[in-house]
């Protein structure tokens, strides 16, 4: 619990059961149907050379591209997208994997925003 950097034990089990509520009912991206619904967080490490290969999200059927950022993270020599996205998950997944390919990405990573049935927004 420490170790992942929780203090307080009752954060830590609500977290850990929204997790687990959420893997028992939507999976991972994976293993989703390609019809889903999904919304999260797409992160995209490459360098500033494979920036113009990106696939244009913003213009992909299936998938709705809230808002995106770019920063040049000069520590780790590397560039890093963040993209909030919509879609249906087959569309997510092949750009997923499309993004995987290419010569210059070092790492992609898309976060499923979890599942409540009631909230903020
Ligand atoms: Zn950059």
Request: aromatic fraction near 4%; charged fraction near 25%.
């Amino acid at each position: 619990m420490e170790r992942a950097g929780y203090r307080n034990r009752s954060r830590f089990l609500r977290d850990a059961a929204q997790h687990y509520a959420d893997a028992i009912e939507r999976g991972d991206l994976a293993s989703l149907p390609d019809e889903t619904d999904v919304e999260g967080t797409l992160v995209i490490y490459h360098q500033h050379t494979a920036e113009r290969r990106l696939p244009d999200l913003r213009h992909s059927d299936g998938i709705d591209l809230r808002s995106s950022t770019h920063a040049c993270m000069t520590g780790s020599h590397t560039c890093v997208d963040t993209m909030h996205l919509a879609g249906l998950a087959g569309s997510i997944q092949q750009a997923v994997a499309g993004l995987r390919r290419s010569e210059g990405v070092d790492r992609v990573i898309f976060v499923a925003a979890p599942t409540r049935s009631s909230g903020c927004c």
